[in-house]
């Protein structure tokens, strides 16, 4: 009853006495246009080269290049959806796109994000069978039954956000500017609390600790095994996997934790009491800077991808190599008052650039024996996706 009334007393104070809620407009309308231009950008170009080297090997189609797949396929889609969001920030938070566009901008927005918590969700579980219960659940991770997890994971996300299609996501403030899908416009929804608290629960709630466990449960098998093999290779690859495991973890808890914490702290808070406008101020300038914290998860996934695969470093690698090769080519072409000395020393130049990167990618296939562990080899590839 009380979480009922008090969207509406939240609403007349938002709508009419609350005017500090956009106080902060003009260092946000500079700094975060400018934050999320660099994430995508970074986000883009990362990703999509993931993309392309997970595309190489679909031939060898396997439970951890799908979710790697459909995991990345969601990192673009939320990348290609900043634009619009971009040029609402630097307008200073006015919407001038109408109510059509902001309701599928956020609907992509909120999607994409989600379908990222739960492939991420999925990998981890993903992991945990192959490392610690390869026998009893391998019939999870057989690629027929994947891809129905996949399809299930999108239904899923769809339908938990499909009801933001029907709620109004603009509103024309006192200042005369309109916002998209703030959470003040989101005040007129009746238990708006308990319906918040409930997604948090499933959205991150219920991942994270998922997440957590099954990479806790494959740090302490992984360690065993770099002891019992400590002066061997497997020491090193199973010290590696560690590093990553815990990196992934980190970077997740890190960039996921504010925004949800945020929202569920002040929902509890509307349950048991009515927050003033100061309080709603507060709350929504910690939700602009959590939320470019959460997307700066999708711009960090290519980091983690370069130190954790080994087929990502080589095609990064190949490309620095092409670049090299073209720019020393091109540095020759253009230069017509150059000596014959100037190009054999440029041609030496490239011949010795492209022998240190055929050295470096030598050096990377030599990394995996043939005879590594399957399972660290497993968790080694598997590092691809988050």
């Avoid at 260092?27 to 246009?33: D, F, G, S, T």
């Avoid at 560690?242 to 934790?257: D, H, K, L, R």
């Amino acid at each position: 009853m009380g979480s009922a009334s008090a969207p509406a007393s939240m609403a007349v104070l938002t709508n009419s006495t609350c005017d500090t809620l956009y106080d902060h407009r003009k260092y946000a309308r500079v700094l975060i246009p400018i934050f999320y231009c660099v994430v995508f950008i970074v986000g883009l170009l990362g990703n999509t080269l993931a993309l392309h080297v997970i595309q190489i090997n679909l031939k060898k189609m396997n439970s951890t290049t799908l979710y790697s797949l459909n995991l990345v396929i969601s990192d673009i889609l939320f990348t290609l959806s900043l634009p619009l969001r971009i040029v609402y920030y630097a307008q200073g938070f006015h919407w001038s796109l109408g109510e059509a566009l902001c309701k599928i901008s956020g609907f992509l927005f909120y999607i994409n994000t989600y379908a990222g918590v739960n492939f991420m969700t999925c990998l981890s579980v993903d992991r945990f069978i192959a490392v610690v219960l390869p026998l009893r659940f391998a019939k999870f991770r057989k690629v027929r039954k994947v891809r129905y997890i996949c399809v299930g994971v999108w239904m899923l996300v769809l339908v938990q956000t499909l009801p933001l299609l029907g709620m109004e996501m603009t509103n024309r403030e006192p200042q005369n500017f309109t916002t998209c899908m703030e959470y003040p416009n989101f005040e007129k929804v009746d238990n708006i609390a308990t319906i918040l608290i409930g997604a948090v629960f499933l959205g991150f709630f219920i991942p994270v600790v998922t997440i957590l466990v099954c990479y806790s449960f494959l740090i302490s098998k992984l360690h065993l095994a770099a002891k019992n093999n400590h002066l061997t290779d497997k020491y090193g690859r199973s010290r590696k996997a560690i590093g990553v495991i815990c990196c992934v973890s980190v970077v997740f808890v890190i960039c996921y934790s504010p925004y949800h914490i945020d929202i569920f702290q002040y929902m509890i808070r509307k349950l048991v009491s009515n927050p003033d406008c100061a309080d709603l101020t507060a709350f929504q300038v910690s939700l602009h800077i959590t939320v470019c914290l959460m997307n700066l998860n999708s711009c960090l996934d290519p980091f983690i991808y370069f130190f954790a695969c080994k087929g990502y470093k080589r095609k990064l690698l190949k490309l620095m190599k092409r670049h090299v090769s073209v720019s020393f080519s091109s540095a020759v072409r253009t230069s017509p008052e150059g000596s014959s000395k100037d190009f054999i020393d440029g041609h030496k130049m490239q011949h010795n650039s492209e022998r240190l990167m055929e050295w470096k990618l030598h050096e990377q296939d030599q990394s995996t024996e043939p005879g590594q562990s399957e399972r660290t080899y497993r968790i080694s590839l598997s590092m691809n996706s988050t």
